[in-house]
Nanobody, 113 residues
Framework: QVQLVESGGGLVQPGGSLRLSCRAS????????MAWYRQAPGKQREFVGD???????YYTDSVKGRFTISRDIDRHTVYLQMNSLKSEDTAVYYC???????WGQGMQVTVSS
């Protein structure tokens, strides 16, 4: 069964770090781009970044230098490492496979003191 299962969300103080994981069953990372999106309250879902088939990354400007997307092919898992978190990073974060049009269940990340 092809599915995306996320873990790792929670509450963190401004300036803190958090790592999200996305276990991708039935998806070959060598032939599929994997992406992260987020949706803040009252806003549209927005692209955060992705990792391509060859392991290169693209990020939206607002997270460049703070967020890192990586993958472990053997564990079938994609990661979103978030550092220097800001209150405006508060959102539900979603893992995505564009080719398979598949989404994870979403993980709440709240940045607050």
């Amino acid at each position: 069964q092809v599915q995306l299962v996320e873990s790792g969300g929670g509450l963190v103080q401004p300036g803190g770090s958090l790592r999200l994981s996305c276990r991708a069953s039935g998806i070959d990372f060598n032939t599929n781009v994997m992406a992260w999106y987020r949706q803040a309250p009252g806003k549209q879902r927005e692209f955060v970044g992705d990792i391509t088939e060859i392991g290169t990354n693209y990020y939206t400007d607002s997270v460049k230098g703070r967020f890192t997307i990586s993958r472990d092919i053997d564990r079938h898992t994609v990661y979103l490492q978030m550092n220097s978190l800001k209150s405006e990073d508060t959102a539900v974060y979603y893992c995505n496979s564009p080719r398979k049009n598949l989404w994870g269940q979403g993980m709440q990340v709240t940045v607050s003191s």
